[in-house]
């Protein structure tokens, strides 16, 4: 696609085959401005070194069902939009599920795929997903997604996605006509608790009483726990974990989605950016969880092990996250897709956001029916959910349920 009109400006859209076909300071000007001064990136996701890592291991492209089509948008003064566009075969990896839609529609004789995707694959936390400079958000987000859509129709594809992406983003969405999706994740917030003893003083006795006894019985599984970022983490450590994460992927997808090859990459580019938490036994680590560092969050990725023992999950990725959390000042902790298990370890209902733009006028107009049933369901379930949270109620808390 090349040059149309919008704003009274020339803007070019251009659809990239592969993110190193931008210079990397150009996509990081837009997908993290807040780190020119050398800070962490907000969301370190979307960073041209994240990306690119998918790529260069062969994680995503060919034969991987994530073909990348990422979106630049340029006028007179260079590059002012991006977005990470694939175009996708099927519907794994996103953790947004339609494949009710896709059943559906090619039932009644359509074709769902290919379909275009606006996300970090495999990656369920919520970040800008029309990446700008500062002070072009309104203008980036229209020139992006008319790209996405233009590339859409001009090669009959069903559908355009943009998953997890900002509540501010998914205003701005449905403003321009595109369907809205409220899904729900657990999240733990930071009230400025200066440890977690004042973390744990503001829960039910019951669950106070119960996380602490999870945590010792994690710790007498008979061995060490290490929290490791940058260089403490070693190759050897990769070859450990890459083992905990080919038995999880095994189990909960079939086939792994990242490459080792990907770890290593991560390692050279990303290793300051990440928390390894390992358990070591014997002399050697049993189970592992990996997380990745943003600006004011934790994001809790990946965990596995080689050996069970009772508590160790919880101790390696919510308790060690929290804990990590508070020493460096973090303001959350997003523990990943589900889990209603989360809730009594002190994370709350978190709505997330996707936007969705569907061709054919009869399955957009059954997809919008849904979603706003879904949007009642979904709101009414996070404030159930949030009642019955592990915190300890206030008198006016108490007061409000007599009422």
Same mark, same amino acid.
């Given at each position: ?8 400006? !020339? ?31 907000? %969301? ?94 309104? +203008? ?13 129709a001009q090669n009959a594809l069903s559908s355009v996605h943009i998953t997890f992406c900002t509540e501010a983003e998914a205003e701005a969405g449905r403003e321009m006509g595109l369907l809205h999706r409220v899904t729900q994740q657990f999240h733990w917030e930071n009230?400025? &608790? ?36 940058? %260089? ?13 994460? !080919? %038995? ?8 792994? &989605? ?12 990303? +290793?300051?950016?990440? $928390? ?78 996707? $936007? ?31 009642? &019955? ?8 808390? !108490? ?5």
């Amino acid at each position: 696609m090349r040059a149309r009109e919008l704003e009274a400006d !020339q803007v070019e859209i251009e659809v990239l085959t592969s993110i190193d076909q931008i210079d990397e300071n150009q996509w990081q000007a837009c997908a993290c401005p807040e780190a020119a001064d050398g800070g962490r990136p907000e %969301d370190p996701f979307t960073t041209y070194r994240f990306l690119a890592a998918l790529e260069d291991s062969g994680s995503v492209g060919p034969g991987s069902g994530w073909q990348p089509h990422h979106l630049v948008a340029r006028d007179e003064g260079g590059v002012f939009a991006v977005a990470p566009l694939y175009a996708k075969s099927h519907s794994q990896g996103e953790y947004i599920f339609d494949h009710g839609w896709a059943d559906g529609y090619e039932r009644a004789g359509g074709q769902y795929y290919p379909k275009l995707q606006i996300a970090v694959p495999f990656t369920p936390a919520t970040g800008r997903r029309f990446l700008t400079r500062p002070g072009q958000e309104t +203008r980036g987000r229209a020139a992006l997604v008319e790209g996405a859509v233009r590339l859409a129709a001009q090669n009959a594809l069903s559908s355009v996605h943009i998953t997890f992406c900002t509540e501010a983003e998914a205003e701005a969405g449905r403003e321009m006509g595109l369907l809205h999706r409220v899904t729900q994740q657990f999240h733990w917030e930071n009230r400025a &608790y200066p440890d977690f003893d004042a973390f744990l003083a503001t829960l039910s006795s019951r669950k106070r009483k119960n996380i602490r006894k999870e945590r010792a019985t994690a710790q007498d599984f008979g061995g060490s726990i290490r929290a490791l970022t940058g %260089d403490e983490i070693r190759p050897e450590h990769w070859d450990a974990f890459w083992r905990f994460y !080919q %038995d999880t992927g095994a189990r909960k997808w079939g086939t792994p &989605y990242l490459t080792r090859a990907c770890f290593d990459r991560l390692h050279e580019t990303m +290793r300051d950016d990440m $928390l390894l938490v390992l358990a070591e036994r014997d002399g050697r680590p049993v189970a592992g969880a990996l997380n990745f560092i943003g600006r004011s969050r934790l994001y809790g990725r990946y965990w596995g092990c080689i050996e069970d023992h009772p508590c160790l999950h919880f101790e390696l990725c919510y308790y060690r996250a929290i804990d990590f959390a508070i020493a460096q000042g973090l303001d959350t902790v997003e523990a990943g897709a589900q889990g209603m298990h989360k809730l009594s370890r002190g994370y709350l209902p978190t709505p997330t956001h996707s $936007l969705h733009w569907i061709a054919d006028p009869g399955l957009r107009a059954a997809v919008d029916h849904f979603l706003r049933a879904e949007r009642e369901a979904v709101a009414e379930e996070i404030e159930v959910i949030t009642a &019955y949270g592990p915190f300890r109620k206030t008198a006016k808390d !108490q007061e409000e349920e007599q009422e």
